[in-house]
């Protein structure tokens, strides 16, 4: 799956602040879980407070459209919480002018929690200058600018709309977008629509039952609070996301932080002004190549519990190249590889026990059947996999639970799939 660089700033040289202190693998990898929500015992039972406060801590949910199992935004709650009411995010996302979240592009397509859509501010006016965004949406906008004007003024008569509710015939304006046409795979009026959601004059109202995006115009869907805010200055945008991404990741590099809102190598310049507010402390990771940085405030726990289920698409995973740092394990989602190269799956979901992964499960909701199919089950090296079959037995009745289904069928597939309870 490829990534996408928001931010296109020229390279500066990277900061190599002088560490204050150093830390083991270990202890880096504590300090992210419990920096990630890990550290805690899950709520009995998780109440809606308890996913706000999560959402907080995360600053952003990705969100991705594969639902073999439950689309991504929905599983790190999941992972934190266990089985909470997912209508707590959907009213949160799209619970009109008291919504808590919003859609833009934060980590890839993201839920961002409203009161940082001023932070975002400089990356809508960039896209409306046709910097950091698809090179084909970029010349779009310049070539097509009167259809973009065309869309944005029908979105503006018409209220709530998704591409396929706009016909030629209703858009107003010289050039009209003509809806149905390809242009590299999209309709028209689907690439102003998106146009316009890079540049924040539209955002997503609402979401269709198939996941179809309704656009309106931003000005009537965020709440008035966020709109009133003043816009900040592109540096101080930065430190703000910087400060969000370190307090969320515990211990991290400088592209670990600058990747979680996917900035640009400019945005490290702002670090040495964290580190000197106190914010940031310059710490050595053994083992680890490059300079750290530690949140100020960051939990250092002796020991973390966890149990859960972590989707590819949850933040404790973003960086493939950290979760090595921090893990000792390569992992890599394998939706897009042929089926015969594939080493563990299809839809693989790394299971978290203590503070290490210790299996990984490619997982299937199979909905009609009503069933989780655990359709391969590897353990980890050096594991033992009678105590992990156990703890992962009974997380997975949890999900199958939670996703509204009756049974686990795991198959024979990889070495711990004996060892799961049927």
Known sequence: MSSILIDASPDVPEPSPAPVAALTVTQARRIALAAQGFARARPEPAE??????????????????????????????????????????????????????????????????CKHQPLLRWRMARAERGEGIYKNLARFGREHADAVKAVYREVERRGPVAARDLAPETAEGDEKPRAGTSWWGWSDTKRALEWLFWAGMITTASRRGNFERVYDLTDRVLPRKVLDTPTPSEADSHRALLRIAAEALGVATSQDLRDYFRLGPAAAARLPELVEEGALVPVEVRGWKQPAYLWAEARRPRKVEACAIVSPFDPLLWSRERAERLFGIRYRIEIYTPAHKREHGYYVLPFLLGDRIAARFDLKADRQGRELVVQAAHLEPGRDPAPVGEAASAELQRLASWLGLETVTARDRGDLAPFLRP
């Open 48 to 113: 809606r407070r308890h996913f706000d406060a999560m959402s907080d801590r995360l600053g952003l949910l990705q969100i991705d459209s594969v639902n073999v199992l439950q689309r991504a935004h929905y599983m790190p709650g999941f992972a934190r919480l266990g089985p909470y009411d997912t209508d707590w995010l959907e009213q949160a996302a799209y619970g009109g002018r008291r919504r808590k979240l919003f859609e833009y592009w934060g980590h890839e397509a993201s839920l961002i929690r």
